[in-house]
C-alpha cells in the first residue's frame, strides 16, 4: 500500500548540506500498522513527512496503491491522506462535529452523510455523539481531544494515514485506552498505517511492521516479533534494550501460552482429590468448577495437605485470573503481584480455558524464539 524506493531527503543549510533520509526503501502492506522508531534526529519523522508532501523528497518514489504520488496535487494527496500530530490541532471556533468534518466539507460529501460518518466515528472511541458532537475544543479533556484528532484524520474514508507521536503527550493510563480504542478502530477500517514514535513499547503494543533509523539510514524493517528475535545489528540490539525478551511478552498472548488441559475439580470431590491432582500435575494450587465450567475457586497445596472433608469445605477465592485474550505482559505482572505461581485463564464467560505457570510463559517464548 506504501512503497518507499530509495526515498532521500538532503537539507542544505549555512554549514553545508545534510542527509535526513539516506535511500530508504520499505513497503507497508495494506491495512497494516508501520511505526518508525529511532533517536532524535535519525531522519523518521522527515521519511513520513515525504509521503504527504509537507516535506518534499529530493530523490527516490514513494507509491500508494501503486501510484507514484510526485504525479499527483500536493493538496489533493494530503486531503486524501489522514494526519494526526500530537498537538492535535483542532480548530477552537469550530464544534466537535465540524472540526470531524473538516475534510468531507473540503471534498464536497453530502452533509448528511458527514456528519452521520461523524457521529459513527464518535461512537467507535467511547464518545457518545448526542454528549460530544455540539461542543468545543475547549470543553473537553486532552485525551477526549486526542480521540478527535484520530477520528477527524479517519473521517473520509483515508486508504492511508500518518501519525506523529500522536500519544505522547497524553498521561499513562488514557494513552493506555486510548491505544486500545485506536487498534480496535484501525483494525475495523483496515487503514494503512506509518505512525512516528520515540516509544519502544508503545511500537511493540501498535505496530504490525517497525523500521528503526539511524543517521537518516534504515538499519531493520521487520515484525516485533522478528525485531527483538533477531536484532539486525549492534545498534538495533542496543537500542531495544537487554530486556528484549521481557518485552517479548506484550506479543504472545494468555491463550497461546498457557496449559489447556489444567486439571479441575468439583465442589463434591473429597479434598483427597485435590491432593492427587496437585501431585500429578505439580502446580501450586488446584482450580474448582461449577457444572458449567465456570471457575468458582481453588485449592492451595497448603490446604490441600492439611485439610479433611469435601473440596466445598475448604475451597478459597482466587485472588486474580487472566482473560485469555490478553498479553503476557499483564499476566505475568499479575502472578508476581498476587503470588500466584499458577494463574487461572477464563474466557469472556468466566468459563476456565487453562492454567499459566511460569514454566509455560518461558516455554511459549522458547517456542517462538525469543529467550537464549
Known amino acids: 500500500m506504501i512503497r518507499l524506493e530509495k526515498l ?28 518508525l522508531l529511532g533517536p532524535s534526529g535519525c531522519g523518521k519523522t522527515t521519511t513520513m513527512k515525504m509521503v504527504n508532501r509537507l516535506v518534499q523528497p529530493t530523490g527516490g518514489k514513494i507509491f500508494i496503491d501503486g501510484q ?23 480548530f477552537p471556533n469550530k464544534t466537535i462535529i465540524d472540526n470531524i468534518c473538516t475534510v468531507p466539507d473540503l471534498l464536497g460529501w453530502d452533509r448528511k452523510k458527514s456528519r452521520k460518518r461523524a457521529s459513527e466515528l464518535l461512537d467507535m472511541v467511547a464518545l457518545d455523539p448526542a454528549v460530544f458532537l455540539n461542543r468545543y475544543p475547549r470543553e473537553l479533556s486532552g485525551g477526549q481531544q486526542q480521540r478527535i484528532g484520530v477520528i477527524r484524520a479517519l473521517a473520509a474514508d483515508p486508504p492511508v494515514m500518518l501519525m506523529d507521536e500522536p500519544f505522547g503527550a497524553i498521561d499513562p493510563i488514557n494513552r493506555e485506552v486510548i491505544q486500545d480504542e485506536f487498534l480496535r478502530l484501525q483494525r475495523h477500517l483496515k487503514t494503512t498505517v506509518m505512525f512516528v514514535s520515540h516509544d519502544l513499547d508503545e511500537a511493540i503494543k501498535m505496530a504490525d511492521r517497525i523500521a528503526i533509523f539511524r543517521d537518516g539510514k534504515l538499519e531493520q524493517f521487520a515484525t516485533p516479533t522478528e525485531l527483538l528475535a533477531q536484532p539486525a545489528n549492534a545498534f538495533v540490539e542496543e537500542f531495544l534494550g537487554s530486556d528484549r525478551a521481557l518485552k517479548r511478552l506484550r ?28 501431585l500429578q500435575n505439580g502446580h501450586s494450587a488446584v482450580f474448582v468448577v461449577g457444572p458449567n465450567g465456570r471457575l468458582r475457586g481453588m485449592i492451595t497445596k497448603e490446604i490441600a495437605e492439611q485439610s479433611q472433608g469435601t473440596v466445598s469445605d475448604h475451597a478459597v477465592p482466587v485472588p486474580v485470573v487472566a482473560s485469555t485474550a ?20 477464563v474466557d469472556e464467560s468466566g468459563v476456565l480455558r487453562g492454567a499459566l505457570t511460569y514454566a509455560s510463559v518461558t516455554t511459549a517464548l522458547k517456542k517462538t524464539g525469543e529467550m537464549d
Not at 542544505?12 to 500498522?33: F, N
Not at 494530503?78 to 492535535?88: E, K
Not at 504472545?252 to 491432593?275: L, W
Not at 490478553?326 to 505461581?341: G, I, K, N, T, W
Request: with cysteine; proline share 6%; hydrophobic share 40%.
Open 8 to 35: 532521500t531527503k538532503v537539507f542544505d543549510t549555512p554549514q553545508g548540506s545534510v542527509t535526513a533520509t539516506d535511500q530508504v526503501s520499505l513497503e507497508v502492506p495494506k491495512g497494516e500498522i508501520c511505526v
Open 326 to 345: 490478553e498479553d503476557l505482559r499483564m499476566a505475568v505482572a499479575s502472578m508476581f503481584a498476587h503470588d500466584q505461581p499458577t494463574l487461572p485463564c
Open 68 to 90: 507514484d504520488t510526485s504525479a499527483i496535487d500536493a493538496i489533493t494527496l494530503r486531503r486524501s491522506i489522514g494526519y494526526v500530530i500530537q498537538q492535535i490541532g483542532l
Open 251 to 278: 506479543l504472545v498472548r494468555v491463550t497461546d501460552a498457557m496449559d489447556n488441559a489444567p486439571v479441575v475439580i468439583k465442589r463434591d470431590d473429597p479434598i483427597e482429590a485435590a491432593r492427587q491432582a496437585l
